[in-house]
């Protein structure tokens, strides 16, 4: 039975501990990143001076914080694009959630990335990427129950081989973080393609209650 990540998705948004407004108050500033290729340096310089001319334009701030991701600064990425998104929260599209929540991740602020992921979820319920990034955030800040639904929510979507490896990895981490080490070594013993899950799992006493494997 699959498993509706709608319910899923309101399950997660309870763990979203402050609202997105207290962003600011909580980045924690990194440092410059290396010099720019002069190319990128002029392109900036000229986003820079447009924005100063029209602050409350959407698209050049989204634009802007495109650029500062090609320069690997996340800081500047996350001002630009959080900027973005509170001119105008109903012009935001699931591609601004996504680069802010990994750049807020790359600069320390995982729970504000939890927060991101989620709406992107909101606006594309069936985007498996989304879900990955958000469960690896969720078991980051120490809740792999809630983890583990989020990966078992990406397997019902269907998604690609690549996609699915990522989830047989740290879908097992987040097993074993949960204590349910019977689920985690049948597991890892599918993953080996061998009996030795099985096995293992008769030698600790069969499985426990919880997310399914």
Partial sequence: RVFPF??????????LIESVSSREK???????AAPLSPELDGEIRRFEQMIEYDPKNVSLRYTMGLLY??????????????KAYVLNPNAATPDLFFHLANNLK????????????????????????????????????GRPDLALRGYQTVLRLGPTPRIVSWVDIYMLSSMVKAGQWPRALRRYGLLLGTRAGSDLVGAGGGE??????
């Fill in 26 to 32: 909580r980045v924690k500033h990194v440092p410059s």
């Fill in 69 to 82: 991701q090609l320069a690997n600064k996340p800081q500047e990425v996350c001002d630009s694009m959080y």
């Fill in 208 to 213: 426990q209650g919880g997310v399914q494997g």
């Fill in 106 to 141: 790359a600069i320390g602020d995982t729970e504000a990335a939890v927060n991101f992921y989620a709406l992107a979820i909101r606006m594309i319920p069936a985007g498996p990427v989304n879900w990955v990034l958000m469960s690896i955030s969720l078991d980051f800040l």
């Fill in 6 to 15: 709608v319910v899923v998705f309101f399950v997660l948004s309870t763990f």
